[in-house]
């Protein structure tokens, strides 16, 4: 079995996308066969409509799929907070060529809202608000023979980018004050931590009805290895200080690639390493080895710098290969 994910980065169609989708087809769909994936974790799909009426599909990530084996895989996919269905914009998606028994979405469910009042909000906020996070985690349940079980949870965690501030903000990219870039960068962490701590509930949660789970976390974290939010899901015994949870901890697979292979994204010239498999120890078992598809990565400060609408990914795929027999 190969367990995949993937930031295809804003999966769209134009006049959303500056890029036309057969330029992306043609670049990333060479990805997908190469991954050979068996379950595939997917973030940043974007929704369309064939007309104005009609209800929000993935029309793009469809003509992505065609005359691959995933158009014919099983499929869950988030839906938005209230539940009328697809997001505009970064649905998670995952494909299984198993039989899916159930999937759903939580979105602070486990963890209320933190609430919070800005110091430095223009004008003053009198009271404080509800810093909720900005996407949900999918979870699906997968047969993968007839007893066996896979928990697969796709997330995305909100990035390392500062979140909006009332009256702080000149242009979409441009702060007025540091002190209120500051605050911003402060929630964009707590989104980004509560995000984490919801996903490690959930995890809890399935290790209270089966100590035994075949667990696998998969995504665009945007944290490496023992940043705050990776800690916060993996819950290794090192940091709770207790042997006997350690059943309870997860593992990042990508440790066992050496570390100048060890990246998903290139940043302004530092390697990184934000997109993880992160597996429970009863799936480690199985595994066998674990491929970062990176060779064609380019700089994305650069590639947007020098690049007329590049078509491709800024992260790379990320595959592991595990022996179920």
């Known amino acids: 079995m190969r367990i995949a994910t993937f ?15 057969e330029d992306r087809i043609a670049i990333l769909r060479p990805q997908l066969v190469r991954m050979a994936a068996d379950v595939v974790c997917f973030q940043e799909i974007n929704t369309q409509r064939e007309n104005a009426g009609s209800e929000r599909r993935l029309l793009a990530l469809e003509l992505l799929l065609q005359e691959t084996p995933y158009a014919e895989f099983e499929r869950s996919v988030t839906g938005i907070a209230d539940g009328r ?13 198993f039989p899916i028994l159930d999937s759903g979405e939580f979105w602070n469910k486990f963890v209320d809202a933190p609430l919070y009042r800005c110091a ?3 004008p003053v906020e009198d009271e404080a608000r509800p810093i909720g996070w900005d996407r949900p985690i999918l979870k699906t349940l997968i047969q993968l023979d007839d007893v066996r079980m896979l928990h697969v949870l796709n997330a995305h965690l909100r990035a ?21 870039w500051a605050e911003g960068y402060f ?11 919801e996903l490690r509930l959930a995890i809890d949660q399935i290790f209270d009805s089966d100590p035994d789970a075949l667990i696998a976390v998969c995504g665009d974290l945007n944290a490496e290895d023992h940043e705050t939010a990776l800690r916060i899901v993996l819950a290794s015994e090192e940091d709770t200080g207790s042997g006997r949870l350690a059943t309870r901890s997860l593992v990042p697979l990508e440790r066992s690639i050496a570390k100048d292979r060890r990246f998903t994204t290139l940043h302004h010239g530092r390697a990184l390493m934000p997109d993880h498999i992160i597996v429970s120890r009863s799936l480690l078992g199985f595994f066998r080895h674990i491929e970062i598809h990176n060779e064609p990565l380019t700089d994305e400060l650069v590639a947007y710098a020098k690049t007329d609408r590049p078509p491709d990914s800024f992260h ?10």
């Not at 707590?190 to 701590?197: E, N, P, S, V």
């Open 7 to 21: 930031n295809l980065e804003s999966l769209d169609v134009p006049p959303k996308a500056a890029v036309l989708l």
């Open 85 to 97: 269905g697809m997001a505009d914009v970064h649905n998670l998606v995952v494909l299984s060529r």
């Open 187 to 197: 929630l964009a962490a707590i989104k980004r931590a509560g995000q984490a701590l």
């Open 160 to 180: 390392p980018l500062a979140a909006p501030v009332a009256g702080q903000k000149d242009a979409p990219f441009v702060w007025s004050s540091t002190q209120g």
């Open 120 to 122: 430095t909000a223009i």
């Open 316 to 325: 790379a795929p990320v595959v592991a290969e595990f022996a179920l027999n």
